[in-house]
């Protein structure tokens, strides 16, 4: 669905630009995906004051059914979400308004990209706590604890997604956006299609069989990329997870 921009927004962009002490605007949340904003979506947005700059009078920070306004430094935007749940939201963030001949644009472009030190080892962190919940929701579906089971094969979907874009060296997506970052950026040796199936059937009922159908190609992929480890770690409870475990 696409919305027109709310008189709010355009007014705020309007003022915002002829600010001098603005430097950027960024657009960030439902508006900046393509094909996700509603008629209930507002408009999110950082106003990018140069370093040291006072707010300018009618550019503080707000929020209203139809705009979300924070108003922030430069140096703040350059920190945020390094490392940090607004990460994401900052990597999918669309440029409204750059002063800085592209530096706006470089520092979201940053954002989307991990380095490949903290990349490696946010994806053995992640494995190991995919791992885990994986493991006590089969052994709990075993002992007969189905809600347990349930419990902690929907709190496993979340660290192996954290896996698989660490991976990939980018920050997890919003659950909200699962489904429109795969579309629109696949992650690369894992079929979009399947994935989410895999994901939703887990999800739904917690299969034992589907878990370890997942975790089958879950290992395999942790294997190439370096993580054996991790895996070799849990000894002969790695069984348990593998089909026919």
């Known amino acids: 669905m696409t919305t027109r921009p709310s008189s709010a927004y355009e007014e705020l962009v309007g003022r915002a630009g002829a600010e001098p002490a603005v430097v950027g605007l960024v657009l960030k949340g439902s508006q900046a995906h393509d094909g996700m904003a509603t008629g209930h979506s507002d408009h999110d947005v950082y106003v990018v ?7 300018p009078a009618g550019l503080l920070g707000r929020r209203t ?4 306004v924070v108003v922030v430094s430069l140096a703040w935007l350059r920190a945020a979400g390094m490392p940090g749940f607004e990460r ?7 440029v409204v308004l750059d002063r800085l001949d592209g530096e706006i644009g470089r520092i979201l472009a940053a954002k989307a990209r991990l380095a490949a030190d903290e990349a490696f ?24 604890e189905s809600l347990a089971a349930r419990l902690d094969a ?12 660490a991976l990939d060296r980018r920050p997890r997506p919003y659950n909200k956006y699962v489904r429109w970052e795969l579309a629109h950026h696949p992650l690369p040796g894992w079929d ?25 190609r879950v290992e395999a992929a942790a294997r190439r990329a ?11 409870d790695l069984l348990l997870m593998r089909p026919g475990g």
């Open 65 to 68: 059914p139809e705009l979300d």
């Open 121 to 144: 080892e946010a994806a053995g962190r992640w494995l190991d706590a995919y791992a885990n919940s994986l493991y006590r929701s089969v052994k709990n579906a075993r002992d007969g």
């Open 49 to 55: 004051l140069a370093d040291d700059a006072p707010a």
């Open 154 to 165: 929907a709190e496993s979907l979340g660290f192996l997604l954290e896996f698989l874009f």
């Open 192 to 216: 979009t299609a399947s994935l989410l199936d895999a994901v939703d059937r887990v999800a739904a009922t917690a299969d034992v069989s589907a878990q370890r159908a997942l975790f089958a």
């Open 88 to 94: 994401y939201a900052l990597a999918r963030a669309r």
């Open 226 to 236: 370096g993580h054996g480890d991790v895996l070799d770690d849990w000894g002969e």
